[in-house]
């Protein structure tokens, strides 16, 4: 597995989880990351991405100033920490990795990994 994605799980509203996405690439220095999310019967959406050297960041509107995407590239790793969670947070978030800038575009990445549930309840 390229990409493995944990950290998800059950979380009462307002709580806080960080997803961790670990990247077995020889390219992940260089490569931006992003995070999407897919709720049930709803498209896949943008969450957030990160340039190869983490001075870069994008945020959907939905998430800015809760969510905060960071990397480790000794690490090859790349976070999400999530903050004041929401009900509509729920869904599955996914890693993905893609040349160049950090994206908001899914069709911009041409890797991805399995993804890991977030559920936020009410």
């Known amino acids: 597995v390229q990409l493995q994605a944990s950290g998800g799980g059950l979380v009462q509203a307002g709580g806080s989880l960080r997803l961790s996405c670990a990247a077995r690439?020889?390219?992940?220095?260089?490569?931006?990351m992003g995070w999407f999310r897919q709720a049930p019967g709803k498209e896949r959406e943008f969450v957030a991405a990160?340039?190869?050297?983490?001075?870069?960041?994008n945020y959907a509107d939905a998430v800015k100033g809760r969510l905060t995407i960071s990397r480790d590239n000794a690490r090859n790793t790349v976070y999400l920490q999530m903050t004041s969670l929401k009900p509509e947070d729920t869904a599955v978030y996914l890693c993905?990795?893609?040349?160049?800038?950090?994206?908001?575009?899914?069709?911009?990445?041409?890797?991805w990994g399995q993804g890991t549930q977030v559920t936020v309840s009410s």
């Open positions: 993905a990795v893609a040349d160049g800038q950090p994206l908001t575009l899914a069709r911009a990445y041409h890797l």
């Open positions: 990160i340039n190869w050297g983490g001075t870069d960041a």
């Open positions: 690439l020889l390219t992940f220095g260089v490569s931006a």
